[in-house]
């Protein structure tokens, strides 16, 4: 039986939560995004281990609006300097990344009902 550690998404997702951290000098703006992308990780983890299809929607639907979440704060500390264009581009792809490989879990979900 998988875990969700062997999820592609997790592993993902976890990747994108340790390069968001050193991002900002802001304090503020560091957490915030630092907590959108463990948050990405840990309802993907929840989303998995919940034994109904409902619950596991409803976590796999909370990490891709995290992905969001971690897409605009990207914007904004590009817009204000904090992060260079390409630290942007490598993150905002990845976050992109981890949200379809989450729209692939909600799918897989679907495809069971």
Request: proline share 0%.
């Given at each position: ?8 998404a ?12 050193p ?32 619950e ?24 204000i ?33």
């Open positions: 039986m998988m875990t969700f550690e062997q999820l592609e997790w592993r993902e997702a976890k990747a994108l939560a340790v390069r968001a951290k991002l900002a000098t802001d304090f503020g703006l560091r957490d915030q995004i630092q907590r959108a992308a463990v948050s990405i990780m840990s309802n993907i983890a929840e989303g998995y281990e919940r034994m109904h299809i409902l596991k929607r409803q976590f796999y639907n909370a990490a891709r609006a995290s992905c969001g979440e971690v897409r605009s704060q990207l914007h904004l500390l590009r817009e300097g904090f992060i260079r264009d390409t630290d942007f581009v490598l993150l905002a792809d990845k976050a992109n990344r981890v949200g379809r490989l989450t729209s692939g879990l909600l799918r897989s979900i679907e495809n069971r009902r």
